[in-house]
């Protein structure tokens, strides 16, 4: 089918062709896309010729799924690029709060294009994974191991690109030695069609590459916006406030205790004991665990070893007292019993 001029606005070949030119233009140009109003204003005038050309498509039913590639007239596949030019225009939006909404509408426009071609049979490849059908989910093996389907993944990834590259090069090569021929309008029928074909070929590689960055990009946003949207707290359970400690006397033992204590009525006496035992039960200190590996035979030991400690130092200071009292009490001293 043939497709029709309209009878009271632009023909659908020139808005495809004012579409494509704006696009060329963007493409060609240095200035940023938000370097000057101009600029967006081609991408708004290039968007709304690619949609008035997409509405006319859709009304005149150039294509149809139940439709063989041979079917379809040669003037009529370079409509088959619309699509993927107007995903292509849309991603150079700059408008930054509504870069999400961009994105995933430029990825639905490459996602269009890229199922009309596989509907004709228009190049060998595979629909992004995210965006694959049921079916081909079904159909593909399930994973056996996480890392390695990863590992694969990527590696089926790295030589997928690496074909794309050399196609394309390959693709702009043969476009560039029949671009002349074609624009003069010398090229015959067989010429145009190939012409055509090449180009939906090469748009094929560029939309693919162009899902993979909207894929990347459509993940950095989505934590950016889950981290703003994420409450303050929600970092962690604040902690409790640390009742304040009021002041107190530490001693050694309960008799220290008293005498302290009768010294400063005004303040506690606590003794060691005690506070630790206080600082227990609040979950302080632990419980003093036994030393693993230690018997109660050998706890008895080292008990013993302390009290005969103990008993030494008694013995010694007994010892200390009886060199002192020899020093000042000579041998026989009191015995006088006995002289003559």
Not at 72 to 92: E, I, N, R, Y
Not at 306 to 322: G, I, P, V
């Amino acid at each position: 089918m043939m497709a029709e001029a309209g009878a009271d606005g632009p023909r659908l070949a020139e808005l495809l062709a004012l579409g494509r030119r704006l696009w060329e233009e963007l493409e060609a140009s240095t200035e940023p896309s938000s370097g000057a109003p101009a600029v967006q204003d081609k991408v708004r005038q290039g968007l709304d010729a690619l949609k008035r050309a997409a509405a006319m498509v859709t009304q005149l039913e150039l294509f149809s799924e139940n439709e063989e590639l041979e079917e379809v007239a040669s003037a009529d596949l370079k409509f088959m690029l619309l699509p993927a030019l107007q995903g292509a225009l849309t991603l150079k939006q700059v408008d930054l709060s509504k870069r999400r909404e961009h994105l995933e509408s430029a990825r639905e426009h490459f996602l269009h294009f890229l199922k009309l071609c596989r509907n004709y049979g228009l190049g060998s490849f595979q629909l992004p994974s995210s965006t694959s059908s049921e079916d081909e989910a079904r159909s593909s093996p399930a994973p056996q191991d996480p890392g390695q389907s990863t590992l694969m993944a990527m590696a089926v990834s790295r030589s997928a690109k690496i074909e794309r590259y050399k196609q394309k090069k390959e693709l702009e090569n043969k476009l560039a030695s029949m671009s002349s021929s074609v624009e003069s309008g010398t090229a015959d029928e067989d010429q145009i069609r190939e012409f055509y074909i090449l180009q939906i070929q090469k748009w094929i590689g560029t939309s693919l590459e162009e899902m993979e960055s909207i894929e990347q990009e459509l993940v950095i946003l989505k934590s950016r916006d889950a981290a703003r949207q994420a409450p303050a707290g929600s970092r962690g359970p604040p902690r409790p406030a640390r009742t304040p400690v009021k002041p107190f006397i530490l001693t050694r033992d309960a008799a220290q205790a008293r005498v302290f204590g009768a010294g400063y009525p005004g303040l506690p006496t606590m003794t060691v004991d005690d506070w630790y035992e206080q600082r227990r039960k609040q979950g302080i200190v632990s419980s003093p665990q036994r030393v693993p590996g230690t018997s109660d035979e050998e706890m008895q030991k080292q008990q013993k070893e302390t009290e005969e400690e103990e008993d030494d130092e008694e013995a010694l200071r007994k010892a200390r007292d009886w060199d002192d009292w020899k020093d000042t009490h000579p041998r026989g001293y009191g015995n006088r019993h006995n002289m003559g």
